[in-house]
């Protein structure tokens, strides 16, 4: 069974920095495209940046220009660089498949906050 291992989250102020990354093990990775989805308190999960197998990143437009995607097939490993962050991307941060599976990780909360 695929497992997602999210971490990297934590308290920043506005403006600041975070990079999340996620160990996925139990499938194939390289082949897949991977994807970043966030979960805010009252809100449903919703998609934030997709990988493709080339490497080429997709995002929501609430982040664009803000975060980037990347992946390192050797490690299993995605990543989500999120810069100039605000109050509005406070949630739980998950990774897993596009199209996601049943399978999702503890994820990783990232709070934004002065």
């Known amino acids: 069974q695929v497992q997602f291992v999210e971490s990297g989250g934590g308290l920043v102020q506005p403006g600041g920095s975070l990079r999340l990354s996620c160990v996925v093990s139990g499938d194939i990775f390289s082949t897949r495209v991977m994807a970043w989805y966030r979960q805010a308190p009252g809100k449903e999960r919703e998609l934030v940046a997709q990988?493709?197998?080339?490497?080429?990143?997709n995002y929501v437009d609430s982040v664009k220009g803000r975060f980037t995607i990347s992946r390192d097939n050797a490690k299993r490993t995605v990543y989500l660089q999120m810069n100039s962050l605000k109050s509005e991307d406070t949630a739980v941060y998950y990774c897993?498949?596009?199209?996601?599976?049943?399978?999702w990780g503890q994820g990783t909360q990232v709070t934004v906050s002065s």
């Open positions: 990988i493709l197998r080339t490497a080429i990143g």
């Open positions: 897993n498949f596009f199209p996601p599976s049943n399978s």
